[in-house]
């Protein structure tokens, strides 16, 4: 996940925030306060935010499926309405020929054969092979299957698909944030703790919280090492800032 804008500020304001505790120009007793109060609002919006996801999830699933059900009905018709299935049920393939020998005839089947997804024998196999899944009993699965194979069906299965991909996307990008910023404020309260001689944390343990909300946004494996590199550069600052360094 490649970091945004937000993500890069965050990342600058922890560090000031750390550098700021450190120097003394911010006091550890200060900002204790302000800090849990940013973790209990963190936490709230987060279950909220999540829950007003999943809600629009379900909006956005269900809205797709009631369009999806209108498309499969509106081509089954399609096929009783143009003529090409008949009372029996039948296939009467001499009105399919009449639509496609007609430019100014327009339906699903003969677009796929003037588009050159189907030959005109493709074509009229598929009628036939819907007309025997019609008098199945139990063929309404099947039928349904065979109008997913037409056009108008598979651009709104892809379309569907692609929505719910960027909405899952949204959903990732903002959890990895309201995670490093509960990952932030850990480190910053790990830190001002040091400073009061409540809970001195190791070295290994802030490193360790700005690995996961810096390092593990790189891909390449070489800019992580050189990243790496900058980080433990950063931390000897900060702890010749906090008098720990010999």
């Given at each position: ?23 003394g ?22 279950a ?17 499926a009631q ?14 309405v ?36 189907m ?38 299965d ?5 929505a ?8 990732d990008?903002?959890?990895?944030l ?22 001195p ?23 992580r ?22």
């Amino acid at each position: 996940m490649a970091p945004t804008r937000i993500h890069r500020r965050i990342g600058r304001l922890a560090a000031l925030l750390m550098a700021s505790v450190a120097a003394g120009c911010i006091s550890p007793d200060a900002i204790a306060p302000t800090l849990a109060h940013q973790r209990t609002g963190v936490t709230a919006l987060a279950a909220s935010y999540h829950h007003d996801l999943r809600l629009l999830r379900e909006l956005i699933e269900n809205t797709l499926a009631q369009r999806r059900a209108l498309l499969t009905g509106q081509l089954h018709r399609e096929l009783i309405v143009r003529g090409y299935i008949v009372a029996g049920p039948a296939a009467d393939v001499d009105a399919f020929a009449r639509d496609r020998a007609d430019p100014a005839a327009e339906s699903t089947l003969v677009r796929a054969v003037r588009d050159g997804r189907m030959t005109t024998e493709q074509a009229e196999a598929y009628l036939r092979d819907y007309v025997l899944a019609m008098r199945l009993s139990d063929g309404r699965d099947l039928r349904r299957q065979m109008l997913a194979e037409l056009e108008p069906l598979k651009v709104h299965d892809a379309a569907a698909e692609d929505a719910l991909k960027a909405l899952q996307d949204h959903v990732d990008v903002t959890a990895a944030l309201l995670n490093e910023l509960q990952l932030t404020t850990s480190a910053l309260e790990m830190f001002a703790a040091s400073e009061t001689g409540d809970v001195p944390p190791a070295r290994s343990d802030i490193e360790s919280l700005l690995r996961q909300t810096l390092l593990i946004q790189i891909e390449d494996d070489e800019r992580r090492e050189h990243a790496a590199a900058a980080l433990a550069a950063a931390m000897d600052v900060l702890d010749t800032l906090s008098g720990d360094a010999p």
